[in-house]
């Protein structure tokens, strides 16, 4: 936190002149991928039809990280946009320089407080005030499955890490793919997490909310490693510096078999019109069906100059948690609505399905924040914990024992 804070200088909290016309929102994403593209300019026709001019930054990169950095930039040269897609306590993060707007009064309109589960609209503030608006919930532990190749390969869907190794042989003999996969730092991060949210919930928290040492140094986390490794045999050679997409079309066209990715992997089957349950199957990642570990996409709204351009945010903010905006978005993304009570008739099976883990999960203490996806700490304790997943994924030579011992040191010295 305090390193984040010195990055971006006091002088830059002075935000940068007015837009060169009224009624203009600039938004900073990474939403660029084929479903990605089609949810984002969703709410852009609804802010034209609003009368407002969108002025696009979409910055490639699934997980943000070139974006945040472009963020950064602008930041310091007191020129942010005016909306931004930020997550988790990074929110926080900004919200404590003194960049974020006050969303209180379009909340209210909106019922914000009734509308969201409070675990999404915690999220969504700083310092009990609204200064972001969320667009969706992910479900993070997913298995995406291409079940031709499991009845060619006479494989069966695993239903936990051991039984995927078993499985992956059958399918790696048969010739196919096991697990498609892109080697990016967020992606084996993802893998990582789902591995270790077998070990149960309580051990997740500890490790990467707490960020427990004994957690860190602990037998289960040495397992946890174990398997990491063991996976890494049944990637392809190619898969370094892979995009997440282009992973997710392996599966969608054969090459491989599963994918261990967040929901926004269901977008890119719907928009190669693939139907749930009978060209593709989601599952919980093995091992974590009890469990939902989530990622709450939103838009932070950033100050701004112009009383047109602040109206443009306003509505800008009000548009995104409106039942419109919130059912077509989903439907293209492959998540589910942040609102409570949406109608379900147009969501398919898997989002049925995640809907109700997320109500079951909220009840029984199931339902965690994603640390691959920015939402369980800090984001310099999430670089720590990437660079040692990645690295070790990719070290042939590195042991579990000597992973976790990087790990546990590497998190203390991010705090």
């Known amino acids: 936190m305090k390193k984040f804070a010195f990055a971006l200088t006091a002088a830059a909290l002075t935000v940068g002149a007015a837009n060169s016309y009224a009624g203009e929102v600039e938004v900073l994403h990474w939403w660029t991928s084929g479903g990605e593209a089609a949810s984002i300019n969703v709410l852009?026709?609804?802010?034209?039809?609003?009368?407002?001019?969108?002025?696009?930054?979409?910055?490639?990169?699934?997980?943000?990280?070139?974006?945040?950095?472009?963020?950064?930039?602008?930041?310091?040269?007191?020129?942010?946009?005016?909306?931004?897609?930020?997550?988790?306590?990074?929110?926080?993060?900004?919200?404590?320089?003194?960049?974020?707007?006050?969303?209180?009064?379009?909340?209210?309109?909106?019922?914000?407080?009734?509308?969201?589960?409070?675990?999404?609209?915690?999220?969504?503030?700083?310092?009990?005030?609204?200064?972001?608006?969320?667009?969706?919930?992910?479900?993070?532990?997913?298995?995406?499955?291409?079940?031709?190749v499991f009845r060619k390969s006479g494989a069966e869907l695993p239903t936990s890490w051991g039984q995927f190794l078993v499985e992956a042989e059958k399918i790696k003999a048969a010739g196919y793919t096991p697990l498609a996969h892109g080697g990016q730092a967020w992606q084996d991060a993802t893998l990582f997490e789902a591995i270790a949210l077998e070990k149960g919930v309580n051990f997740y928290n500890k490790a990467f909310i707490a960020h427990s040492d004994k957690a860190l140094r602990s037998q289960d986390m040495i397992?946890?490693?174990?398997?990491?490794?063991?996976?890494?045999?049944?990637?392809?050679?190619?898969?370094?510096?892979?995009?997440?997409?282009?992973?997710?079309?392996?599966?969608?066209?054969g090459e491989a078999a599963m994918q261990i990715m967040g929901d926004w992997a269901k977008?890119?089957?719907?928009?190669?019109?693939?139907?749930?349950?009978?060209?593709?199957?989601?599952?919980?990642?093995?091992?974590?069906?009890?469990?939902?570990?989530?990622?709450i996409d939103s838009l932070a709204m950033f100050k701004v100059d112009g009383k047109d351009n602040q109206a443009a945010q306003q509505d800008l903010a009000r548009l995104i948690l409106e039942p419109e905006f919130q059912e077509t978005f989903n439907l293209?993304?492959?998540?589910?609505?942040?609102?409570?009570?949406?109608?379900?008739?147009?969501?398919?099976?898997?989002?049925?399905?995640?809907?109700?883990?997320?109500?079951?999960?909220s009840t029984t203490g199931n339902l965690t924040p994603s640390m691959a996806h920015g939402m369980s700490t800090s984001s310099m304790v999430q670089g720590a914990i990437y660079d040692v997943v990645t690295n070790f994924f990719n070290d042939d030579s590195m042991t579990a024992e000597q992973a976790v011992d990087k790990l546990a040191r590497a998190v203390k010295a991010s705090l």
């Open 44 to 148: 852009k026709g609804l802010m034209v039809e609003e009368g407002h001019t969108w002025k696009d930054f979409a910055v490639a990169g699934g997980a943000g990280e070139s974006a945040m950095t472009v963020l950064k930039s602008r930041a310091i040269s007191g020129n942010p946009p005016a909306s931004a897609q930020i997550k988790g306590p990074t929110i926080q993060e900004w919200g404590s320089l003194g960049f974020l707007t006050n969303l209180d009064e379009v909340a209210a309109q909106g019922e914000w407080d009734v509308v969201l589960p409070q675990v999404v609209s915690d999220v969504m503030k700083y310092e009990g005030h609204y200064v972001a608006a969320p667009v969706n919930v992910h479900r993070v532990n997913w298995m995406w499955a291409n079940p031709e």
């Open 223 to 253: 397992d946890v490693f174990n398997t990491f490794k063991q996976v890494r045999k049944y990637v392809d050679v190619g898969f370094s510096g892979r995009d997440w997409n282009v992973a997710t079309s392996m599966v969608i066209n």
């Open 267 to 295: 977008g890119e089957f719907t928009a190669a019109n693939k139907k749930a349950g009978i060209d593709y199957v989601c599952l919980p990642a093995p091992g974590t069906s009890d469990s939902f570990t989530f990622n």
């Open 332 to 361: 293209n993304k492959g998540s589910i609505p942040a609102r409570l009570n949406m109608p379900r008739e147009k969501f398919d099976t898997c989002a049925h399905a995640s809907m109700d883990s997320f109500l079951a999960s």
